[in-house]
């Protein structure tokens, strides 16, 4: 997942969106304000909770999980994994953090208040993106499949994700919005939005130059993080080792 080349991968997603039907709503983002981010974080979840920013990031001898503060960028607390270990999505729910590993197979749990260490889950599968719906945590492993589980990692449910009838494979990063799956479609610059009952992808956002060429350095990656502020509903989008992190809305983009 990680600095893998999938060619090919970007044009068939592109030709899939131009031949979505009417029922696929189409978006592009607009910015609404700008903030510094980390270039050392290779980003793999992001998300609000209690008031809290927090992003998990990932790389062997890289992975984290750190608060951060909105307005500046400033890390406010960071946990670091071994180096074994290759940290991916993350979440709170029920007063726990929950944090993924890639290949490792075992997702770890940490008291949401105080960070410590409570116990250590067996995985069957990569872990890339986690969110939730407030009762199951919901996972995705770089298929097109999302996965439903119980706090304590059985699976309730599983769901194939189409456009279309197609699949659409590569779902990374999640974000649970109104009822609605959010994922980020890995080395795209595009995001879908997932009916969860049925895995229809309802809307299509595409992200195309949300960071401009001149912010790009060598080790600039891709488009992954998606963040909404429940507080405020405001949508926050960045990508792994980017400058920037951005508060955006979403246009129709037809």
């Not at 969106?17 to 592009?28: E, H, I, P, T």
């Not at 608060?67 to 726990?96: C, H, I, P, W």
């Not at 879908?192 to 949300?210: M, Y």
Request: hydrophobic share 35%; aromatic share 12%; charged share 25%.
């Amino acid at each position: 997942m990680k600095r893998i080349v999938r060619i090919g991968l970007t044009l068939a997603l592109a030709l899939l969106c131009l031949g979505c039907s009417a029922r696929v709503k189409q978006y592009k983002v607009e910015v609404v304000k700008e903030y510094t981010h980390d270039t050392g974080a290779y980003t793999q979840g992001l998300f609000f909770d209690g008031g809290r920013f927090y992003e998990s990031t990932g790389q062997f001898g890289e992975s984290s999980f750190r608060e951060v503060e909105l307005e500046t960028g400033k890390v406010l607390s960071r946990m670091d994994f071994q180096q074994k270990y290759f940290a991916e999505g993350s979440v709170m729910l029920g007063g726990n953090l929950y944090i993924l590993t890639w290949l490792n197979k075992v997702a770890f749990v940490y008291d949401a208040a105080t960070l410590q260490y409570k116990q250590t889950y067996s995985y069957p599968r990569e872990g890339w993106g986690l969110t939730t719906d407030g009762t199951s945590l919901i996972a995705s492993d770089g298929s097109s499949r999302l996965y439903f589980l119980t706090p304590e990692f059985k699976q309730e449910r599983a769901v194939n994700v189409t456009m279309d009838g197609r699949p659409v494979r590569y779902l990374n990063e999640l974000e649970y919005i109104d009822g609605k799956v959010w994922a980020n479609v890995y080395t795209t610059d595009m995001i879908v939005i997932i009916n969860p009952e049925d895995g229809k992808v309802e809307a299509s956002i595409d992200c195309t130059g949300l960071l401009p060429r001149k912010l790009r350095s060598p080790e600039t990656d891709v488009l992954n993080g998606i963040a909404r502020d429940p507080a405020s509903g405001r949508i926050y989008l960045t990508g792994k080792y980017w400058p920037r992190l951005y508060e955006v809305r979403l246009v129709p983009s037809r």
